[in-house]
């Protein structure tokens, strides 16, 4: 039973109420059906005893304790608030239709159209109905996946804007630990890039305000309201309309403390005097209505308010959705005790690492349990999400709670919130439960299930036309509608297999559930030894294996038979074949089933501190930043000194054992800088016990690592000027940063440089060229990041240069803004881009290539190793220098 919801006031009882004077009797009626009839009528009824403004007052009162929600005949509309002018009715046709009904199990194959920003018809449309309207733009969905728009219930986007400029801050004030007055909307950019990209990715809205992401014809901030909450028009509130939802955020543990220097102590004792200030004036107000409608005006005096706390008196009326940043259990139990306390309820708590953990807490919450908002698989880079399982979604759903994925955008790219729901659903969260958690879900808790988050006639026309299931990795929007408009003007689409129209088959993760609940968050995952050191993989799908001519990984078998055998033998395959063509496999007792899966080499990983730290929010747990050679004043005793990561490298780190389980055997990781030089890389794996354990380090030294950015304190003509001094340097150079530039000058060590810019991308290939041409030698030079290095594809490739790029690309500066972000915004993305210039004439060596790396290539798939996993990945496409 929801004990929130409806007036909570009772009626006035004419019968029992003898102090009832006929006057007030016409009053209350008339409050009832028309607020401002009763202003006109009221002068000729006036009497001593009653406040010129007395039928305001009843109707404040009354309207105190509505529940929010849709007006009456909202759903009678046939035209949405939001429709611009103009927009032509579209029929999807064909579609295959997740339309978020029957608990997410509903799937219809049919037609959807769309008019006046409404879904008119869902199902098969036939041509009379066709007739009717005029101008049809006709998409054929051809069997495409259609879902709703994807609702994105924790974001930043638009007052945390792509590309971060100082001028377009206002995501935190600082002002005060509790500030519930304050507005997200007031700062609410109508020009941030991360608008379109997250569109691109089927986002339709997003929280606090609620907000659709499409570009309106009055271009402002109020216009991209998805319905404005009634307090929006300040100070004065027309009480006959039934409010809409209002959302507000609290925030616990870590942010609040560091931010203000205090205590978890600090922030509930905060929480508990803003409360109370905020009960004081509701018990004033009730104590006043009820007077007022029992009709005891004397000495009544004004309506007790308070703008400053008005949104807080809302919360304890029930009429604003509570989003609760909140991470740890001891978090979630402050926040269960202070919604009892002060009576009101928590429509989600976000973060919420360890909710997972304590479901019989969450459900202890006031009225009702609040939903669990959180990412599938980004963790531990804070103390409070140390815990965190990838099994909390489905953990959470299991105990009956409603689970939201969430982007946190900018933390995570708004743009792939699917993705969250892909790995949510990967780790055991059934599929209408992960398509509802992105959907359905987010709508419902927000309070806006009457008109977004599923399929339906009469709501908005909010839909998502996909490439694949969009549960598939990688599936990307064909085409996306908001209010009934199609946002992409010319979608670039990729066309996917057959077997991504299907969600994808996931493994079964009982036994990792079971663990991440008994040992709270921290299972054992230290890798096993296989013994004997012979092990037969069955039913081998694929083997991929790295070309040692090119160097490059290439599948080289496809099994046309369920039964071929794969023997590995001291981590080298000794023969593969059919059962009867590989005799030791019967002979042999360890047996993995790959169930139609695949072998490749271990992964590497580059770019991510792992092997540095355990928690890179915690300096304790880190190996920490280096000393910035041309940023600050670094003690003489390291003057001149290059920093080796393989000093610092700490093993079984969760990061390193959970990235070794998932496919990746090595990491090359470089010492952590946000300066003009890191260091020396090294190369180890992410398995071993120790830096002294066979095997460990696997290259002690790979390349050197340097950083050249606009958002440096130093300018970019002074960083390149460094780098030309020691790359010019004549003889040895001095001391060890000398002799070092000196091998790099000479060939003889990778120079990896992070940089974005495509300008100075190209100061570094004309840097690259006078260095050469003054030293007769060739720079082995790799770009890292490189958002922008599509635009100079050629000339990277003629210079010889390798790029290490991210896979999925996001511009929070400045010098990233011209990414190419690839389907369906354009056709290319820099990696396809980089790679057809990729010319074959480029003589740089390899990245990582030892005895040790081979070695171990296929070992490691055994023991812990997840079969299916491999089954789903996708390899990522890395252009390493060849
Ligand atoms: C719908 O699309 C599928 C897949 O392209 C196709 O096989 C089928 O014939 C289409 N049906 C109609 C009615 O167009
Ligand atoms: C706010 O006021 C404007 C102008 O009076 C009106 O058009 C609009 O509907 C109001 N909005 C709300 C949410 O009441
Ligand atoms: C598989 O077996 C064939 C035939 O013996 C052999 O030519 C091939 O090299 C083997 N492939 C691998 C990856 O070992």
Redesign the pocket.
């Known amino acids: 039973m929801e004990k929130d919801k409806g007036s909570g006031y009772p009626a006035p009882s004419l019968k029992g109420r003898k102090r009832v004077k006929p006057i007030q009797f016409t009053l209350l009626l008339l409050a009832v059906f028309s607020y401002s009839l009763t202003y006109l009528l009221w002068p000729s009824a006036r009497t001593e005893t009653l406040p010129i403004n007395a039928a305001a007052i009843v109707a404040q009162c009354r309207a105190l304790h509505l529940t929010p929600g849709p007006p009456d005949n909202f759903h009678s509309r046939t035209e949405s608030d939001r429709f611009q002018e103009g927009t032509k009715p579209t029929l999807i046709r064909n579609a295959t239709i997740w339309t978020g009904l029957d608990n997410g199990n509903e799937v219809i194959r049919g037609d959807i159209l769309i008019d006046k920003g409404l879904i008119k018809k869902v199902g098969s449309v036939d041509e009379s109905v066709l007739r009717s309207y005029a101008d049809v733009v006709v998409l054929d969905a051809a069997g495409s996946w259609v879902s709703p728009g994807v609702v994105d219930m924790h974001s930043h986007i638009g007052v945390m804007s792509a590309p971060y400029l100082q001028g377009a801050y206002d995501t935190n004030s600082y002002k005060g630990l509790v500030q519930p007055w304050l507005r997200s909307f007031d700062g609410l950019n109508t020009h941030d890039e991360a608008y379109q990209w997250a569109i691109s990715g089927g986002v339709t809205s997003g929280q606090a305000f609620v907000i659709k992401l499409r570009p309106t014809a009055e271009r402002s901030s109020s216009a991209m309201l998805l319905e404005?909450p009634?307090s929006?028009?300040g100070t004065y509130i027309?009480p006959a309309q039934r409010p809409g939802w209002r959302q507000m955020k609290h925030a616990c543990g870590e942010n609040p403390s560091r931010a203000y220097s205090g205590t978890r102590m600090d922030t509930q004792w905060a929480f508990r005097q803003g409360y109370n200030t905020a009960r004081k004036i509701k018990e004033k107000q009730d104590a006043y209505c009820a007077k007022a409608l029992a009709g005891e005006w004397k000495d009544l005096g004004d309506f007790p308010e308070d703008l400053q706390w008005e949104a807080l008196v809302d919360v304890l009326c029930s009429r604003v959705k509570v989003h609760n940043h909140c991470h740890e259990a001891v978090d979630l139990d402050a926040m269960v005790r202070l919604t009892n306390e002060f009576k009101f309820s928590i429509a989600a708590f976000h973060h919420a690492d360890e909710a997972y953990m304590v479901p019989n807490l969450i459900k202890k919450a006031y009225v009702h349990p609040p939903a669990v908002a959180i990412f599938a698989t980004s963790a531990r880079y804070r103390r409070e999400g140390y815990r965190t399982s990838e099994f909390a979604p489905r953990i959470l759903a299991d105990n009956g709670l409603d689970v939201v994925m969430k982007s946190d955008h900018p933390v995570l790219n708004s743009r792939y919130l699917i993705y969250e729901a892909q790995q949510a659903h990967y780790f055991g969260l059934p599929v209408n439960l992960a398509l509802a958690s992105v959907t359905s879900t987010p709508a419902r808790v927000m309070g806006q299930d009457h008109r977004i988050g599923r399929i339906i006639e009469g709501f908005d026309a909010d839909v998502v036309v996909w490439d694949s299931h969009p549960l598939a990795l990688g599936a990307a929007p064909k085409q996306v509608f908001i209010d009934g408009i199609a946002q992409l003007e010319k979608p670039y689409t990729s066309v996917k297999p057959i077997s991504a129209q299907h969600a994808p088959v996931t493994p079964n993760f009982d036994k990792e559930v079971a663990d991440a609940i008994e040992y709270e968050g921290l299972p054992p995952l230290e890798p096993e030894t296989v013994k004997p050191a012979v092990i037969v993989f069955r039913n081998v799908g694929r083997i991929f294996l790295k070309d040692p001519a090119t160097r490059r990984v290439r599948e080289v078998f496809t099994s046309a038979s369920a039964e071929w055998v794969v023997v590995v033998e001291n981590g080298r395959i000794v023969c593969n074949g059919t059962q009867i063509a590989c005799p030791a496999a019967l002979s042999q007792t360890r047996h993995l089933d790959l169930q139609g899966g695949s072998i490749s080499p271990g992964l590497v990983s580059y770019g991510s501190p792992l092997g540095l730290t355990h928690i890179p929010g915690e300096v304790s747990t880190s190996d920490g930043p280096v000393f910035d050679p041309i940023g600050l004043q670094v003690p003489s005793i390291i003057d001149g000194t290059v920093i080796s990561a393989v000093d610092g490298l700490l093993f079984g780190t969760r990061d390193a054992l959970l990235a070794y389980r998932n496919g990746v055997t090595s990491a090359v990781t470089a010492p952590t800088s946000s300066g003009f030089l890191a260091g020396l890389s090294t190369v180890f794996s992410t398995s071993a016990a120790h830096k002294l354990a066979d095997g460990a380090v696997i290259q002690e030294v790979s390349a050197l690592h340097m950083r050249l950015s606009l958002s440096s304190a130093i300018s970019v003509s002074t960083q390149i000027a460094a780098l030309r001094e020691l790359l010019l340097a004549e003889g040895e150079g001095q001391g060890q940063l000398g002799r070092r530039f000196t091998e790099v000058a000479a060939g003889k060590i990778l120079l990896v440089i992070d940089v974005d810019s495509a300008d100075i991308i190209a100061s570094l290939i004309a840097l690259k060229k006078q260095v050469e041409a003054a030293k007769g030698t060739i720079i082995r030079l790799t770009l890292a990041g490189a958002a922008e290095a599509h635009l100079l594809a050629k000339e990277i490739g003629n210079a010889g240069v390798g790029v290490l790029i991210e896979q999925r690309p996001y511009p929070p500066r400045w010098e990233q803004k011209r990414l190419l972000p690839g389907p369906p915004l354009t056709q290319s993305t820099a990696i396809t881009t980089l790679v057809s210039h990729h010319t074959a004439q480029n003589k740089v060596s390899t990245w990582v290539e030892t005895e040790a790396e081979r070695a171990r290539d296929f070992c490691h798939w055994s023991g812990k190793c997840r079969d299916q996993w491999q089954k789903s990945r996708v390899f990522l496409p890395v252009f390493l220098p060849k």
Do not use: C, E, G, V
């Open positions: 404005p009634f929006l028009n027309d």
